[in-house]
T-cell receptor, first 115, second 114 residues
Framework: DTAVSQTPKYLVTQMGNDKSIKCEQNLGHDTMYWYKQDSKKFLKIMFSYNNKELIINETVPNRFSPKSPDKAHLNLHINSLELGDSAVYFC??????????????FGPGTRLLVL | AQSVTQLDSQVPVFEEAPVELRCNYSSSVSVYLFWYVQYPNQGLQLLLKYLSGSTLVKGINGFEAEFNKSQTSFHLRKPSVHISDTAEYFCAVSKIQGAQKLVFGQGTRLTINP
């Protein structure tokens, strides 16, 4: 009964490769997010989608491309991976994006290591 | 733009002792305030949030936080901690208007010693 799930949990890959991380939520929420947590535990939002539409796009290299096939899924594709992409990537979801009051529910994270 | 500063990167405490984790924020607009907890190798879980009303907010696991608008602070407290409270704690803010975007502090590592 996992509310927000991510696959894979761990991802080890070589520089230059392309990889995808998948996220699914079964909470019926309208909005989904991707966050990056660096090696110093600093968390920063990358993207947010509401009903499959992009609403937040922070200053992220265009090698990162989110894709939302439906409102329950938000996948993250990364092209030409670099060493600095090594981090933990968290997916989250919330009921509604307006007003900023809805609790965001986080997935367990995907630990990406680029060698 | 909003920013959040957690004044202590690490806080060691003995079991059953009280603890306070400090958080200050900066914003030119009104914000909501949150505390999230991250247990080892897990995602973030909401502890509590301040939206409006009483400045003292109670959350899960016996935690509470007090919003102080004049000092732009939202410190987290627990009167008696347990070993199971060992985790990373994140303070965050979100603008009241517009798309919700959590802006996090750097985190405070709370370590409970027996």
């Amino acid at each position: 009964d996992t509310a927000v799930s991510q696959t894979p949990k761990y991802l080890v890959t070589q520089m230059g490769n392309d990889k995808s991380i998948k996220c699914e939520q079964n909470l019926g929420h309208d909005t989904m997010y991707w966050y990056k947590q660096d090696s110093k535990k600093f968390l920063k939002i990358m993207f947010s989608y509401n009903n499959k539409e992009l609403i937040i796009n922070e200053t992220v290299p265009n090698r990162f491309s989110p894709k939302s096939p439906d409102k329950a899924h938000l996948n993250l594709h990364i092209n030409s991976l670099e060493l600095g992409d090594s981090a933990v990537y968290f997916c989250a979801s919330s009921q509604d994006t307006l007003g900023g009051i809805e609790t965001q529910y986080f997935g367990p994270g995907t630990r990406l290591l680029v060698l | 733009a909003q920013s959040v500063t957690q004044l202590d990167s690490q806080v060691p405490v003995f079991e059953e002792a009280p603890v306070e984790l400090r958080c200050n924020y900066s914003s030119s607009v009104s914000v909501y305030l949150f505390w999230y907890v991250q247990y080892p190798n897990q995602g973030l879980q909401l502890l509590l949030k301040y939206l409006s009303g009483s400045t003292l907010v109670k959350g899960i696991n016996g935690f509470e936080a007090e919003f102080n608008k004049s000092q732009t602070s939202f410190h987290l407290r627990k009167p008696s901690v347990h070993i199971s409270d060992t985790a990373e704690y994140f303070c965050a803010v979100s603008k009241i208007q517009g798309a919700q975007k959590l802006v996090f502090g750097q985190g405070t590592r709370l370590t409970i010693n027996p």
